[in-house]
């Protein structure tokens, strides 16, 4: 018999919980199948009744399939420009598009660009690993390659680094680095992921934003041999990338 255990799909439930939510087991005798070994996770013993399960690993008791562990899919994306970072839309095309189409309906995106910006774009159906890429809190840089209409001003890298004010969420930025490549080009680093908040923050010093392009997200950057549209799994150094911060 195989159940579906949990209703939000990025829930861990401790073991003991998945055990006793079967008909006519109480958690008492859950907790004591598991103190038996007779409960395996991810094909191996585990006798620890409080281990958090995610839906990506599978639970067996004897021969009994309670989780079959669901596939867990990491993948980046060179988004072309033109593209909505959207799962569906009716009169532009979305970045859904460019991935393989057994999994269209099982991804979402981490961290979205805008229809204009090219780049890294990263999807995900593992949403507590998704959130850690995009949480504020733990400030996973994320590096962009800006052109801009006009010179940068000598002063933008001082100003970048002390934080910009944002009058519509009243709050100044997180101090951002700005390293100048040629008189209208950069690369910018951020820690945040606020909405158009590097093209606001050459707005903030003047200046306009007339191609982004991203090329990091923390430890995982878009390699020269992915053409625009293309994508691929990550890597599990990649991934853990993630995890390990």
Not at 159 to 180: C, D, I, K, M, V
Request: charged fraction near 20%; glycine fraction near 8%.
């Amino acid at each position: 018999m195989q159940l579906t255990l949990q209703s939000n799909p990025d829930l861990c439930l401790k073991l003991s919980r998945i055990l006793s939510n079967q008909n006519g087991i109480s958690r008492q005798q859950a907790n004591r199948t598991i103190a038996c070994g007779h409960v395996r996770v991810d094909g191996q013993i585990c006798t620890d009744a409080a281990r958090e399960v995610s839906r990506f690993q599978s639970v067996v008791v004897g021969r009994q399939i309670l989780q079959p562990g669901e596939p867990a899919h990491y993948l980046m994306l060179h988004k072309p420009a033109g593209y909505l970072s959207a799962t569906r839309d009716p009169v532009h095309p979305t970045v859904m598009e460019l991935v393989p189409p057994e999994l269209r309906g099982h991804l979402h995106i981490a961290g979205r660009l805008d229809r204009a910006t090219t780049g890294l774009l990263i999807l995900s159906n593992d949403g507590g690993w998704s959130r850690r890429l995009t949480e504020p809190r733990i400030k996973i840089p994320k590096v962009y390659r800006v052109t801009t209409a006009h010179p940068i001003g000598q002063d933008a890298a001082h100003r970048f680094a002390e934080g910009l004010w944002f009058a519509h969420e009243q709050l100044t930025t997180s101090p951002a680095t700005l390293e100048p490549l040629a008189p209208c080009e950069a690369r910018v680093t951020i820690f945040e992921g606020r909405y158009h908040q590097v093209k606001r923050m050459f707005h903030a010093v003047g200046n306009r934003v007339t191609r982004l392009h991203r090329e990091r997200i923390g430890g995982i950057a878009l390699p020269d041999d992915l053409p625009p549209g293309a994508c691929r799994s990550l890597t599990p150094a990649e991934i853990g990338s993630v995890r390990s911060r």
